[in-house]
């Protein structure tokens, strides 16, 4: 006879595993992480003072455009393959994947971003007990270095890296455009729509496809390190 309480215990450890990674997942994602994000608008200030993001249809267009065009064939296809990887412990893999972050970043303040909050989630996943080192990987990879010790797929795990993204970016636009919270949310939802065929497409990228290739992006990027008003520091 199977008793009530080992079927109990059974499924409640199995839950808790699951909602365990769930949480570490929610928090690796979370925009209150100390590692800088709000301070950065990824070009996006730069494309209002050129007038080509006004309202929030067109920063909505302007983001989708970056999540399709940009992350989803760059830095979620890193994120992915540094998480396989950290779990394989192919260390060779990991320093080529941020080497190719590094030299595809194409302005000083993108390279500086990625820099930095690098170095800031590696000394948060320090200060928490999440790693035992410091590291210095640019952020995709720093990310996928704490991910990769949680119990979840990589497509769960695109998913947090894409919606920590997109919040960042949505508040970004609030206080660029300006806009209002309710826009700013409305933002986020078309943002999360879409970031699962990101997520399924960054997966199935090989590695020749991989490309990091936004020229209107890198324009803006470089003229906002000499704008003369600035809310952002990208």
Do not use: C, K
């Amino acid at each position: 006879m199977v008793t009530t309480t080992g079927m109990t215990t059974t499924t409640a450890s199995m839950d808790t595993r699951t909602d365990a990674a769930l949480l570490r997942l929610i928090w690796l994602a979370s925009p209150a992480l100390p590692v800088g994000g709000f301070s950065y608008s990824e070009g996006l200030e730069a494309a209002v003072d050129a007038g080509l993001v006004h309202d929030e249809a067109s920063a909505g267009n302007w983001l989708l455009d970056q999540l399709h065009l940009v992350l989803a064939q760059s830095d979620l296809p890193v994120v992915a393959q540094a998480v396989a990887a950290f779990r394989d412990g192919d260390l060779e893999r990991v320093d080529e994947l941020d080497q190719w972050v590094r030299r595809t970043r194409e302005s000083s303040e993108l390279r500086l971003q990625s820099d930095q909050m690098g170095r800031s989630l590696g000394d948060w996943a320090l200060s928490v007990g999440q790693a035992t080192q410091r590291s210095a990987h640019t952020y995709p990879v720093a990310f996928a270095r704490v991910a990769a010790s949680i119990e979840a797929p990589v497509h769960d795990i695109l998913l947090a890296f894409g919606f920590g993204w997109s919040e960042n970016m949505a508040q970004a636009a609030v206080r660029a455009v300006p806009l209002g919270q309710g826009a700013g949310q409305r933002i986020v939802q078309r943002l999360a729509e879409a970031l699962t065929g990101a997520a399924r497409h960054a997966i199935a990228l090989p590695d020749g496809e991989r490309q990091a290739f936004a020229p209107m992006l890198a324009i803006l990027s470089s003229r906002h390190e000499t704008q003369y008003s600035r809310l952002f520091r990208s």
